[in-house]
Every structure is written in structure tokens, then in C-alpha cells.
């Protein structure tokens, strides 16, 4: 049951109206704002982390070795990697998902949220994983000469288990970027 069109603000396009039902369902995309809201106070929390680490890393600096010094910057990047994601996750999952920014022409605008769709931001979060589990492969391997004292947490079978999550990682992105490229020429042909 439709009613009359409605006038938009844009360019005076007419609007349709929605039954009930539809517009319910429509409007329950509006049920994942707290959810994003979370993941912005997650990122408040990966904030206080990383000043905690900063701080760790400036105040013992002196009496910090190489190898610590690089697995505290290692651990800032990671902070900072994660931290990606969740901007990400929270601006393009929203923008695709719940509701437009309407950030055309602001000079803050990200570049590649004008393009981003489900499958674009699906390929965007697998290679920011892929990325944060690098980190923690680097930080392994940095303390892989460690191995078999007590000096390390990591074990030869921890070692291959990381390594292995990893090119599972890879193997995924790499699948979803072909599932997602056979789907776009799959619609060409089909628009065609």
C-alpha cells in the first residue's frame, strides 16, 4: 500500500512513501548505531593504550635494548593498525549500511569512501588483518632466536601456528577479492 510521493530536498525528485512493513524494516538499519557507537569508545579504549605504551617506551628508553625499543614500536603500530580498521569498520560500514555522511566536497573526506560498497570494505578489512597479523608475525620472528629459552613465550609449534593463520589469511583475501571480481564482470556481462 503506497501512498503519494513526497517532495525531496534534492532537485525536487519525488520521494515514495512506504507501507508499514517495509518502512519498519527499512528503518531497523538504524538498530546498528549502537553498535558503531561501541566500536568509537573501543577505539577510546585502543587510544589509552597506545599513550599507556608511548609512555612505557619514552619514560625506559634508556634502559630499554634495540630488540625492546622495536617490539614497542611494533606494539604502537599495531595499536595504530587496529585502530585503522576500526575507522574503517565504523565509517564504512555506517556509510554503507545505515545512513550516508553526506561529506561530499568537505576537504576531510576520506578518499575511498566515495567508493566504498559491502564488497569494497570486505577487501579493505582483509588486507587491514593481513596487515595487523604481519605485526604479530614480525614480532614473532624478531623473538623467534629466543626460541627454547625462557626468555620467550613462543613455542616452534606457536611459531608454525601463527605462520599458518597468516597464509590462511592471505589465502581468504585472495579469495575474496576473486569471488568479488568474477562478481563485477559477472554484472557486466549481465548489464550488457
Not at 604502537?76 to 576500526?86: E, K, P, R, T
Not at 577487501?123 to 627454547?148: D, P, Q
Request: hydrophobic share 50%; net charge negative; aromatic share 8%.
Amino acid at each position: 500500500m503506497s501512498v503519494e510521493p513526497e517532495a525531496s530536498t534534492e532537485a525536487n525528485l519525488p520521494v515514495p512513501r512506504l507501507a508499514l512493513l517495509p518502512m519498519i524494516i527499512f528503518g531497523s538499519r538504524w538498530l546498528q548505531l549502537p553498535l558503531y557507537l561501541g566500536l568509537i569508545v573501543a577505539q577510546c579504549v585502543y587510544i589509552v593504550l597506545f599513550l599507556k605504551e608511548l609512555w612505557h617506551l619514552s619514560w625506559h628508553a634508556i634502559d630499554l635494548t634495540e630488540q625492546q625499543i622495536m617490539m614497542s614500536v611494533l606494539a604502537l603500530i599495531d595499536v595504530v593498525m587496529i585502530s585503522n580498521l576500526l575507522v574503517m569498520v565504523i565509517v564504512g560500514g555506517y556509510e554503507t549500511f545505515v545512513s550516508r555522511l553526506d561529506l561530499q566536497g568537505h576537504p576531510d573526506e576520506p578518499e575511498w569512501l566515495g567508493h566504498v560498497n559491502a564488497s569494497v570494505l570486505k577487501i579493505k578489512l582483509a588486507m587491514a588483518i593481513i596487515g595487523i597479523s604481519s605485526i604479530a608475525l614480525l614480532r614473532t620472528f624478531i623473538e623467534a632466536g629466543n626460541l627454547g629459552s625462557n626468555r620467550t613465550d613462543f613455542t616452534e609449534t606457536g611459531v608454525m601456528w601463527q605462520v599458518l593463520i597468516h597464509i590462511t589469511f592471505i589465502a581468504s583475501a585472495i579469495g575474496i577479492a576473486y569471488v568479488d571480481k568474477l562478481s563485477d564482470s559477472g554484472m557486466r556481462k549481465h548489464a550488457e
